[in-house]
């Protein structure tokens, strides 16, 4: 099925490289340095993703100057604390480790699909232009489903006949059905790329298409009305979301074609008997209800309340040292593939699967795993873990992980426990006393910063980590700026 555009896209430009901004707003330069605490930096475009991509609580989420000095008093504040972490010779858990690495190496991977899918596009404005015309039709598409047995007979039919002609030669009880479609509906991709990028003919046979295994669709195109954009916003609106969607479509496209011949010639074969054990297995871990799985996760990595954890992973353990499968010419343990999955968690293409399902799927996500495995191999042979933006963003989940660390170890939190916030204020005025020669805040840059007000919760879609920001830290509601050193990181 067919979305206008992916999250995935949205989420893309928001974060990394949008419009003409590139690598700019992500480097060391002095113009988007907002703070620094010790060799820490706060860039203007972090705290504005920390404010808006996740949820701020009600005491900083508007955008007067009050709340945006709560918010940076939280984000200088996560900070002190990943310092005192350090400090203090606290550790991470390998869980936690991994997950640090992980979010580095999804972030190299993404800077591979600049690099080598929207770096080679070339924009056809004549394309967008007709696209944007066909993007503002809705179509009435009258249309049968067939049994997959007539896919031949009509394959070979639609050459010479119309779709009532095609109905009553193959099966006249059939009857054809009328919809109203637009370019936000749902459908398959071939139907959409023929709607809304060809420009279809009135009355033409499409078809047949494939639904699933068991059915197949033919259509045509009765007629389409053509909505009128009237406001100079909403044309551009519907411009720019169709020029980004043309965008991705094309950088996906090159970038496929990078990744085939990255991949060319690798293999990967499973131990049948041992996989169908694992999947077993792995299965009660993937399909449990939805909350009790994320309890399990968050509990593996904060090490917390641990009786809740599943009996499965201990289940696999039994097997960690049976061969899975090979991959070229080498064989991976269950536990090897573990390991690989503590850095990538599985993602499965098919959201909806299911216990009859899982296995197949199950060996889609593997397959797909040891392909971001060979692109963040080639990412760091290109030494593209070196680059600012992706050193950023270690840093920030570093930091993130580390102050939530010690904010549980110093005021001994449990997992069913909270501290008042004005506790937690009491160490962070502390620190921001012992630290405040060492911090500097650039007030005439910051002042200038707008923020939304409107609670978002921003996520990938079809990656390994769907947060695109870590949770916004709940440290401090002091709105004062009394410490740090008021500077101009311009001069």
């Known amino acids: 099925m067919n979305k206008v555009y992916s999250l995935f896209f949205i989420v893309f430009l ?12 992500l480097s060391l330069n002095p113009p988007n340095i907002l703070a620094t605490i010790l060799d820490k930096p706060i860039m203007v475009n972090d705290f504005i993703k920390r404010c808006e991509y996740v949820p701020r609580p009600a005491y900083c989420r508007a955008n007067n100057y009050i709340h945006k000095k ?3 008093n939280s984000l200088i504040a996560e900070k002190l604390l990943s310092i005192e972490f350090d400090k203090e010779n606290l550790q991470m ?3 936690q480790k991994s997950i640090v690495i992980g979010q580095k190496e999804q972030a190299m991977r993404l800077l591979m699909l600049k690099s080598f899918g929207y770096d080679s596009v070339k924009i056809d404005l004549e394309n967008v232009r007709r696209r944007v015309l066909l993007d ?12 997959q047995k007539y896919n031949k007979v009509a394959d070979l039919l639609s050459r010479k006949i119309n779709l ?31 709607l809304f990028k060809q420009e279809p003919l009135k009355g033409h046979f499409y078809g047949p298409f494939n639904i699933n295994k068991n059915q197949i669709i033919c259509f045509e ?6 909505n009128v954009d009237v406001t100079e916003k909403a044309k551009k609106e519907r411009w720019e979301s169709v020029y980004n969607a043309y965008q991705e479509e094309e950088a996906l496209q090159h970038y496929g074609k990078y990744v085939r011949r990255l991949m060319k010639g690798k293999s990967l074969s499973y131990n049948p008997e041992i996989f169908e054990i694992f999947s077993n297995k792995l299965r009660k871990i993937y399909l449990i209800e939805k909350e009790k799985k994320e309890a399990v996760i968050n509990n593996k990595i904060w090490e917390i309340n641990n009786k809740t954890e599943i009996t499965s992973f201990a289940d696999i353990k039994k097997i960690n040292s049976e061969i899975l499968l090979r991959h070229d010419s080498d064989d991976y343990t269950v536990q090897d593939l573990l390991n690989l999955i503590k850095k990538h968690p599985l993602v499965f293409r098919n959201k909806r699967t299911n216990k ?23 990412a760091y042979n290109l030494h593209l873990d070196n680059d600012q933006s992706i050193k950023i963003i270690k840093e920030k989940w570093n930091d993130h992980i580390k102050s939530t660390v010690y904010k549980k170890k110093y005021f001994g939190l ?3 426990k909270t501290v008042p916030l004005n506790v937690i204020s009491e160490k962070i005025d502390s620190l921001q006393i012992v630290y405040s020669d060492m911090i500097k805040i650039d007030t005439d840059k910051f002042e200038k910063i707008q923020l939304s007000s409107i609670d978002m919760n921003v996520n990938y879609s079809n990656q390994a980590y769907t947060k695109l920001e870590p949770s916004f830290p709940i440290l401090t509601d002091d709105h004062v700026l009394d410490y740090g050193q008021k500077v101009s990181f311009d001069d």
């Open 14 to 25: 928001f974060n990394f490289w949008s419009c003409d901004k590139k690598t700019d707003d």
């Open 70 to 72: 709560i918010a940076l």
């Open 93 to 95: 858990s390998e869980a």
């Open 136 to 147: 503002k039709r809705t179509y009435n598409v009258r249309f049968v489903t067939l049994d």
């Open 164 to 194: 009532y002609q095609l109905i009553k030669k193959i099966d006249s009880s059939v009857q054809s059905e009328n919809k109203l479609l637009t370019n936000n509906d749902e459908m398959l991709d071939k139907v959409h790329n023929i």
């Open 221 to 226: 195109v009765d007629g389409w009305k053509t």
């Open 356 to 378: 009859d399902l899982f296995s197949n799927e199950l060996k889609y996500a593997i397959a797909d795993l040891f392909r971001d495995f060979h692109i963040t191999k080639m």
């Open 414 to 416: 449990q997992y069913d």
